[in-house]
């Protein structure tokens, strides 16, 4: 390929650089973007969807979001140990009608700005294997996947603290990956 590029330098100038340009332009569109195991993007898009959609945290999403924003905060957070936790490098949802933000941005808790709502995830272990029957309904510390639902924005339209910790589990269904809320506590 370098050969060829030589030739168009040595014939035409113009032709050498639009091919050095195509080049380099191919190099950096060709670097890999992390890819995400499929399961893990089908529990957490499922799980995310449950909280933006579903019953069961309706009142926590008005609580510490703003109704009818659809812009939403993925937060990394840490483990009970301390220990780190971060959304899988190249996750993004899909969720229709939503936009998601990554990390903590510079409107945080503005008196300008309006809540946003944000989900840090706390806990997330999808890499292990299925567990029995017995062992799949578990909470806190057990639970493979932990987030805290809260105010990522600002206070605008009313300050709130603190957040709600929320539990899910995963399971095989009808050909997906589902994830299925098994607690919470505020």
Same mark, same amino acid.
């Given at each position: 390929?370098?050969?060829?590029?030589? $030739?168009?330098?040595?014939?035409?100038?113009?032709?050498g650089?639009?091919?050095?340009?195509?080049?380099?332009?191919?190099?950096?569109?060709?670097?890999k973007?992390?890819?995400?195991?499929?399961?893990?993007?089908?529990?957490?898009? %499922?799980m995310?969807?449950?909280?933006?959609?579903?019953?069961? *945290?309706? %009142?926590?999403?008005?609580f510490y979001?703003t109704?009818?924003d659809?812009?939403?905060i993925?937060?990394?957070?840490?483990?009970? %140990?301390g220990?780190?936790?971060?959304? +899988?490098?190249?996750?993004?949802?899909?969720v229709?009608g939503? $936009?998601?933000?990554?990390?903590?941005?510079?409107?945080?808790?503005?008196?300008?700005? *309006?809540?946003?709502?944000?989900i840090?995830?706390?806990?997330?272990?999808?890499?292990?294997?299925?567990?029995?029957?017995s062992?799949?309904?578990?909470?806190l510390?057990?639970? +493979?996947?932990?987030?805290?639902i809260? *105010?990522?924005?600002?206070?605008?339209?009313?300050?709130?603290?603190?957040?709600?910790?929320?539990?899910?589990?995963?399971?095989?269904?009808?050909g997906?990956?589902?994830?299925?809320?098994?607690?919470?506590?505020?």
């Amino acid at each position: 390929m370098l050969n060829v590029v030589r $030739t168009f330098m040595t014939r035409s100038k113009s032709m050498g650089l639009l091919c050095c340009l195509l080049l380099v332009l191919g190099f950096v569109f060709s670097k890999k973007k992390p890819s995400v195991d499929p399961k893990v993007a089908e529990i957490l898009t %499922s799980m995310i969807q449950d909280i933006l959609e579903g019953d069961a *945290n309706r %009142s926590a999403r008005d609580f510490y979001g703003t109704p009818g924003d659809k812009t939403v905060i993925l937060i990394d957070g840490h483990e009970l %140990s301390g220990e780190p936790v971060k959304w +899988p490098p190249g996750f993004v949802p899909s969720v229709p009608g939503y $936009t998601f933000l990554f990390g903590r941005q510079e409107y945080r808790h503005h008196e300008s700005e *309006n809540r946003r709502l944000s989900i840090r995830l706390e806990r997330c272990v999808i890499d292990t294997p299925d567990k029995p029957e017995s062992e799949k309904h578990i909470l806190l510390d057990k639970s +493979p996947i932990r987030v805290e639902i809260e *105010n990522g924005g600002g206070s605008k339209n009313g300050a709130v603290m603190g957040g709600h910790t929320t539990f899910y589990s995963f399971f095989w269904k009808d050909g997906r990956w589902v994830a299925v809320q098994e607690g919470f506590f505020s």
